[in-house]
């Protein structure tokens, strides 16, 4: 009797186990669908009536995450991401939208732990570009001033990039931190070429010929840029510099002014206003401006420039 009552009861849990395995798919299918269809807080409900039954499986926390980001309540987004790789930390997908969700939030060093995983886990992804692994990595190195990492990621693929816009930009703002001036100035050319009305390339290519100490030049290619969107923003603070180096200080102060107001939190601009404050005897509103630049994190983004002229001159 008692082998009888085993012999039963092990039939009936291999029984709920299989109806409760199809009864997962056809859960997860159904939120699948209702994904597709765009009722996602549908899709969110079946995907939780998955999770609350079948055992765990990255794919449905991977799936509740994507249908949170598509109403935007990134919080819960990056929670089920999470749990996705707390079940699977080979699970490339989730790593994937976790790191384009901290790049979007301006969390570099957590966007390229991300992406620097996904290259670690797919290893010919390094030889093999793609717009989003390699521009959107190279992208957060520059920005956190890694352009000998973002350099040595683009010149690992350059020969399957001829006229892709996004690689010639970041690679040569790489070349124009590591001071190879002549790659610099071939990949701004190129983005000019691929696409003439590109302002980031405009602007880039100014900002380059200004560190050349070609202002005529550089304020001839900011001209460009501003013709084509009058409210661009660094167009306006670089041009507004090469005026200042010209002397041509109301010119300068002209454009800085404008482009402060379009983009109050650009620190480069106040110290850029600063200087030309210095040069026109304007001492008190230079150090204003040097103060704002301080607080807006310009000596954690560029140098301890600011510091130089408080010291100088705000004593």
Do not use: W
């Not at 039939?11 to 997962?24: D, G, K, T």
């Not at 749990?83 to 979007?104: F, H, P």
């Not at 350099?151 to 931190?177: I, P, Q, R, W």
Request: charged share 25%.
């Amino acid at each position: 009797m008692l082998r009888l009552y085993f012999f039963v009861c092990t039939f009936s849990i291999i029984s709920i186990q299989a109806y409760s395995q199809q009864n997962c798919d056809s859960l997860f299918v159904q939120s699948l669908n209702s994904f597709d269809a765009k009722e996602y807080a549908q899709s969110i409900e079946l995907i939780n009536s998955c999770i609350e039954v079948c055992p765990e499986d990255e794919k449905y926390y991977l799936h509740k995450a994507k249908s949170y980001y598509n109403i935007h309540n990134i919080v819960k987004t990056v929670h089920n991401l999470d749990k996705a790789i707390e079940l699977n930390d080979t699970c490339v997908e989730a790593y994937t939208l976790r790191a384009q969700i901290y790049l979007n939030q301006g969390l570099l060093h957590k966007a390229i732990s991300n992406y620097e995983k996904i290259f670690s886990l797919v290893p010919t992804l390094s030889a093999n570009f793609s717009d989003v692994y390699h521009l959107n990595l190279s992208k957060a190195y520059n920005s956190t001033r890694q352009y000998q990492k973002a350099y040595d990621l683009l010149k690992n693929v350059a020969d399957d990039t001829e006229n892709n816009m996004g690689f010639h930009a970041n690679l040569s703002v790489s070349c124009m931190y590591l001071n190879k001036n002549e790659e610099a100035e071939f990949h701004l050319k190129k983005c000019i070429e691929i696409d003439p009305k590109f302002t980031g390339g405009l602007v880039n290519m100014g900002y380059f010929l200004i560190t050349k100490e070609k202002y005529e030049e550089a304020i001839e290619y900011l001209n460009k840029a501003l013709v084509i969107n009058s409210r661009e923003a660094y167009a306006l603070n670089n041009r507004g510099f090469a005026y200042y180096k010209l002397q041509k200080y109301e010119q300068a102060l002209e454009d800085v002014n404008r482009s402060v107001q379009l983009q109050p939190d650009n620190s480069y601009a106040y110290k850029n206003r600063g200087l030309i404050y210095i040069a026109t005897g304007l001492k008190k509103d230079a150090c204003e401006d040097f103060g704002k630049a301080l607080k807006l994190g310009y000596s954690e983004m560029y140098d301890s420039e600011i510091v130089e002229l408080q010291s100088k001159y705000c004593q």
